[in-house]
């Protein structure tokens, strides 16, 4: 499970942030990676950063990026994608085959808008290999945002590769991106007010309550629920004037779709919200809070002042981040 968001600000500053929702512990920590950092892919070959990113992940052999965004303001993030990812088995000639680990790591190394995905899209293929975590390939599809506020989502599909146009800029987790798209149509009617009173002929019913406008708004934690729960509140959320106040909004929002230890269990172990994070796309702050404390805790790009990969803490233990 998972819930990803980009968000426009007064400042026209656009933040992309998201929810990571899983059922064993992950032990993952923030790094900031250099420019001209050279790393080695699944296969061995050495490349070299193209820009500096900052992001969540897990060192295992190498650091795989759960998500993050790198200096020229683009944000990616991986989802939970069952039943609907399909990888290829092995690679292609004339294709630029990327690993499923590696995906996240890879677009944020090497572009810096949604643009350049788009148009390298025709020769991408995705490689399904499998997690050091969990000894499997996991499902996975992806959000990427730019500082433009443009969004796409990554499906690799029995259908191919799709690279879709995302006008809402939200994803969650299976079906697919189109599916969830669609199912709004289900949802017209709701809305933030609530009717005073309505006449049924002679009868007048006065609301029992406020909030009725939404009556209808699903509110269990599925995939499909959460992605109408928030592009509801996107659509209506107040945009404070301040980035101080900004940044508060966009952590309020997401407890539309936080998960509590207990109340949803996978495999009968519980699914819950370990962090929730959003990243200014235009200044390069990560913000981000964990279950275990939710105070906000941010860094900067622009604090790694070296060659080297700087190492930001471990986010279960809330980090040696800066509070705001």
């Not at 959000?143 to 796409?152: E, H, N, P, Y």
């Not at 994803?171 to 289900?186: E, G, I, K, M």
């Not at 002042?305 to 809330?318: A, C, D, E, Y």
């Amino acid at each position: 499970m998972c819930t990803a968001i980009s968000l426009k600000s007064k400042q026209n500053e656009f933040y992309f942030g998201r929810t990571m929702d899983y059922n064993r512990e992950l032990d993952l920590e923030a790094y900031i990676i250099p420019k001209n950092y050279k790393y080695s892919d699944y296969w061995g070959n050495n490349s070299f950063t193209k820009y500096a990113f900052i992001c969540t992940g897990q060192p295992i052999g190498r650091l795989l990026a759960a998500d993050g965004m790198n200096e020229e303001g683009l944000g990616v993030a991986a989802l939970y994608f069952p039943d609907y990812a399909v990888f290829q088995k092995r690679r292609t000639p004339n294709k630029l085959a990327i690993t499923s680990v590696e995906v996240v790591n890879y677009l944020l190394s090497n572009f810096k808008n949604v643009d350049e995905i788009i148009e390298i899209a025709p020769l991408l293929e995705i490689i399904g290999v499998a997690d050091p975590v969990t000894n499997q390939i996991m499902p996975l599809h992806w959000i990427a945002t730019d500082k433009t506020g443009k969004s796409i989502v990554i499906e690799s599909t029995k259908n191919g590769l799709n690279i879709l146009r995302n006008p809402i800029g939200i994803l969650t987790n299976s079906p697919d991106f189109t599916w969830h798209y669609t199912n709004l149509r289900n949802y017209l009617m709701i809305n933030p007010s609530s009717p005073n009173f309505k006449e049924w002929g002679n009868l007048v019913l006065k609301s029992l309550s406020k909030g009725v406008g939404a009556y209808g708004l699903p509110g269990d934690f599925s995939s499909t629920s959460r992605f109408v729960r928030i592009t509801f509140a996107k659509k209506f959320m107040e945009i404070p004037e301040s980035r101080e106040d900004f940044i508060l909004a966009c952590f309020h929002i997401m407890k539309l779709v936080t998960i509590p230890k207990g109340i949803v269990l996978a495999n009968n172990k519980p699914e819950y919200t370990q962090y929730t994070n959003f990243m200014n796309l235009n200044t390069g702050t990560y913000y981000y809070t964990s279950y275990y404390n939710n105070e906000i805790k941010y860094a900067n790009i622009k604090d790694n002042k070296t060659n080297k990969v700087l190492f930001l803490g471990k986010i279960k233990n809330h980090a040696t981040l800066k509070h705001i």
